[in-house]
């Protein structure tokens, strides 16, 4: 299986923040990379998905890019509904799998 | 309103089988692959498998592969994942999600709300 490793694993910042998560496969996936964001005791949430698109609905303070083996996740400005775990994840082959999370706290 | 409607919490005994349900609605069922994802409490995401439910085509993660049944029943837009013999090791929160598939993406847009399967003596 390709292994997806995210760093760091726990993160604080503050409200304003400009904040980037990276996202490291095993192997080369091309584009083939997604973010989630994940609230405690809810169901995950897509935000980006092909490396740099953004879902519908997801607000524009989010982005994402790289390609080949590195990814980021970038937060422009931390509002008080972005604190959670954010995972990433890859499609280029089965199984599809995610990194192991990052938390993302209040300082 | 494209949504994913799961069954309710289950608890159950090891040995035991178990199939909880993930019923699609507000968009065409047959058309998108439905996924399966396990939490264990505290821990991260794990993609188990996904069902096309159009022909049944099934892919399973080698992790989870002869240990779950990912299946499909079409006629009432419901996906299945089932047990034949429960282990407490078997405890998490498993969401269904539908898959969002282009050209050069695959990714989960929409997600049921979660079956948490306890499994206890």
């Known amino acids: 299986d390709l292994q997806m490793t995210q760093s760091p694993s726990s993160l604080s910042a503050s409200v304003g923040d400009r904040v980037t998560i990276t996202c490291r496969a095993s192997q080369s996936i091309s584009g083939y990379l997604n973010w989630y964001q994940q609230k405690l005791g809810k169901a995950p949430k897509l935000l980006i998905y092909?490396?740099?698109s953004l879902q519908s609905g997801v607000p524009s303070r989010f982005s994402g890019s790289g390609s080949g083996t590195d990814f980021t996740l970038t937060i422009s400005s931390l509002q008080p509904e972005d604190f959670a775990t954010y995972y990433c994840?890859?499609?280029?082959?089965?199984?599809?799998?995610f990194g192991q999370g990052t938390k993302l706290e209040i300082k | 309103e494209v949504q994913l409607v799961q069954s309710g919490a289950a608890v159950k005994k090891p040995g035991e089988s178990l199939k909880i349900s993930c019923k699609g609605s507000?968009?065409?069922?047959?058309?998108?692959?439905i996924g399966w994802v396990r939490q264990m409490p505290g821990k991260g995401l794990e993609w188990m498998g996904i069902?096309?439910?159009?022909?049944?085509?099934?892919r399973y993660s080698p992790s989870f592969q002869g240990q779950v049944a990912i299946s499909a029943d079409k006629s009432i837009n419901t996906a299945y994942l089932q047990w034949s013999s429960l282990k407490a090791s078997d405890t998490a929160m498993y969401y269904c999600a539908r898959l969002l598939a282009g050209d050069s993406h695959d990714a989960f847009d929409i997600w049921g709300q979660g079956t948490m399967v306890t499994v206890s003596s």
């Open positions: 069902i096309y439910p159009g022909d049944s085509d099934t």
């Open positions: 507000g968009y065409s069922f047959t058309s998108y692959w």
């Open positions: 994840q890859q499609s280029h082959s089965f199984p599809h799998t």
């Open positions: 092909a490396a740099s």
